[in-house]
């Protein structure tokens, strides 16, 4: 697609429930990431694909956050119980090659969820 | 570790001249990005600094001291729209291949 396309833009749910964040990146980038934005903080490395290389979790806060990228392209961030620390904007972006070149990444325009 | 800071919030008047200062610690250092966030949306790219010294852009321009773990995005002109928060994000060597985020500036330019 012409730009990194993320779903839902928005989500309510209530604590315990699972989630899953949807997130496509444009045509032909190798590359994947997920971050986390919660207000007024800075984004927050979450986990990236690169490839068919091993994933970087990393970033990941707990053994309840994971993330799958299937066919090098479509990536799903999955929550599960969730908890109310867990509300945030959780953007998706990727670029051509790891490490975006001189440009940085193209990002989506986030998901934002609330658990209640 | 790895810090990054910048200002938390910025107030400038249209037409006026705004510098939005950044301040790294990194383990490594392979270049240093600018990046625009309007309220509710996506970063986008403003500008990328490797090298000592400025980079013009338009209305825009970016400096980097890499000596002194320093850099500022300088806004000239400023107009409304430019009311956004920025943010300053440094590509480091253990990073693997992703980028360390400052907190951001939120800046709001006042006619």
């Known amino acids: 697609g012409a730009g990194v396309s993320q779903s839902p833009s928005n989500k309510v749910t209530e604590k315990g429930k699972d989630v899953e964040l949807r997130c496509d990146p444009i045509?032909?980038?190798?590359?994947l990431y997920w971050y986390r934005q919660s207000l007024g903080q800075g984004l927050e490395f979450l986990i990236y694909?690169?490839?068919?290389?091993?994933?970087?979790k990393s970033g990941l806060p707990s053994d309840r956050f994971s993330a799958e990228r299937t066919g090098g392209s479509v990536s799903t961030l999955t929550i599960q119980r969730t908890q109310q620390e867990d509300s945030a904007v959780y953007l998706c972006?990727?670029?051509?090659?790891?490490?975006?070149?001189?440009?940085?990444?193209?990002f989506g325009s986030g998901t934002r969820l609330t658990v209640v | 570790g790895q810090n990054i800071d910048q200002p938390t919030e910025m107030t400038a008047t249209e037409g006026a001249i705004v510098q939005i200062n950044c301040t790294y610690q990194?383990?490594?250092?392979?270049?240093l990005f600018w990046y625009q966030q309007h309220a509710g949306e996506a970063p986008t790219f403003l500008s990328y600094n490797v090298l000592d010294g400025l980079e013009e852009k338009g209305r825009f321009s970016s400096f980097l001291s890499r000596s002194k773990g320093y850099s500022y995005l300088l806004l000239k002109e400023l107009q409304m729209k430019d009311s956004a928060s920025y943010l300053c994000?440094?590509?480091?060597?253990?990073?693997?291949?992703?980028?360390?985020f400052g907190p951001g500036t939120r800046l709001s330019v006042l006619p």
């Open positions: 694909f690169q490839g068919n290389s091993a994933p970087d």
């Open positions: 990194t383990s490594g250092f392979n270049g």
């Open positions: 972006a990727s670029s051509l090659v790891a490490g975006g070149a001189n440009y940085g990444y193209t």
């Open positions: 994000a440094v590509k480091g060597d253990n990073y693997g291949q992703n980028f360390v």
């Open positions: 045509s032909g980038h190798t590359a």
